[in-house]
């Protein structure tokens, strides 16, 4: 069995930074691609950001410049840096991983930005 555990969300202002960490466990042969997406209310999850295998690392305009990724050297924890929070960020943002030759998910976890 393999597990993806996110956490790290909650609720937090306009303008504020939250840092969300993944971690990878269970029987683990092979991991790569890990990285993050998310799902606002009403709307299909969208892809955030992962871990380059090669070259550099895309990032939608929508978080250029405001989040970061980051991850361990075992390639089983990563970190979502994000800054300076807009009240669109407000989603379920899930990592994910391929992961024995598998894509999988996690539970997600919630982020809110209000005032």
């Known amino acids: 069995q393999v597990y993806l555990v996110e956490s790290g969300g909650g609720l937090v202002q306009p303008g504020g930074s939250l840092r969300l960490s993944c971690t990878a466990s269970?029987?683990?042969?092979?991991?790569?691609?890990m990285g993050w997406y998310r799902q606002a209310p009403g709307k299909q999850r969208e892809y955030v950001v992962q871990?380059?295998?090669?070259?550099?690392?895309y990032w939608p305009p929508s978080v250029e410049g405001r989040f970061a990724i980051s991850s361990d050297n075992a390639g089983k924890t990563v970190w979502l840096q994000m800054n300076s929070l807009k009240p669109e960020d407000t989603a379920v943002y899930y990592c994910?991983?391929?992961?024995?030759?598998?894509?999988?998910w996690g539970q997600g976890t919630q982020v809110s930005v209000s005032s």
């Open positions: 994910t991983a391929v992961i024995n030759g598998r894509h999988w």
């Open positions: 871990i380059p295998t090669r070259g550099g690392t």
């Open positions: 269970g029987d683990i042969s092979s991991i790569s691609n």
